[in-house]
Nanobody, 124 residues
């Protein structure tokens, strides 16, 4: 079956970096846009970053646009989220998702396949 498995989360201090990976199996997502979302305790799931099928276009939420970088390796069926200069407000469970579409999408309803999430905690 189709699976998206996130890894790379952890507990870090403010200013540190983490690199999340999302490995897909069961089908190729080389023709699908991919995205990262996050959900903090007591809050709704929110969009973080998206990348189109060919890595031509990316888009980020305002609060991460100069700190996070989304990328993908279609040969490995994997998408990444490089997170630099992490802040306590970045603390959340991070989910990767694969879209119905090949172009960038920010709405969760545009995504069909979801991973189980990986915890990121930023605290001093």
């Amino acid at each position: 079956q189709v699976q998206l498995v996130e890894s790379g989360g952890g507990s870090v201090q403010p200013g540190d970096s983490l690199r999340l990976s999302c490995a897909a199996s069961g089908r190729s997502f080389s023709n699908n846009a991919m995205g990262w979302f996050r959900q903090a305790p007591g809050k709704a799931r929110e969009f973080v970053a998206t990348i189109d099928f060919s890595s031509t276009y990316t888009y980020y939420r305002d609060t991460v646009t100069d700190r996070f970088t989304i990328s993908r390796d279609n040969a490995k069926n994997t998408v990444y989220l490089q997170m630099d200069r992490l802040k306590p407000e970045d603390t959340a469970i991070y989910y990767c998702a694969a879209s119905f579409s090949d172009t960038i999408r920010t709405m969760p309803t545009s995504y069909k396949w979801w991973g189980q999430g990986t915890q990121v905690t930023v605290s001093s």
